[in-house]
Nanobody
Framework: QVQLVESGGGLVQAGGSLRLSCKTS????????MAWYRQAPGKQRELAARITSGGSTNYADSVKGRFTISRDNAKNTVYLQMNSLKPEDTAVYYC?????????WGQGTQVTVSS
């Protein structure tokens, strides 16, 4: 059974940092593009950061320079290092795994940034 399990969310003050992790199982992790999406209350889910199987990355303009996505193929895990957090980063963060015709989602982890 495919599983994407996020961890590392929580409550942090503005300017602080958090590191999210997403451990996957039952997928050939190295073949997948991995991404972090986020959904704030009352808003649509949006892409925060993505990393391809080859290691290329792209970021939403709103997080560029503050967030860093990385992957460890040996651990089947993708990370999101979030620095200089702002209240507007408050959202549920979802891990996503995608390849041709296949996409999988985690259950989400809450990130709350207080001002």
């Amino acid at each position: 059974q495919v599983q994407l399990v996020e961890s590392g969310g929580g409550l942090v003050q503005a300017g602080g940092s958090l590191r999210l992790s997403c451990k996957t199982s039952e997928i050939t992790f190295s073949f997948y593009t991995m991404a972090w999406y986020r959904q704030a209350p009352g808003k649509q889910r949006e892409l925060a950061a993505r990393i391809t199987s080859g290691g290329s990355t792209n970021y939403a303009d709103s997080v560029k320079g503050r967030f860093t996505i990385s992957r460890d193929n040996a651990k089947n895990t993708v990370y999101l290092q979030m620095n200089s957090l702002k209240p507007e980063d408050t959202a549920v963060y979802y891990c996503n795994a995608e390849r041709t015709y296949l996409t999988w989602w985690g259950q989400g982890t809450q990130v709350t940034v207080s001002s």
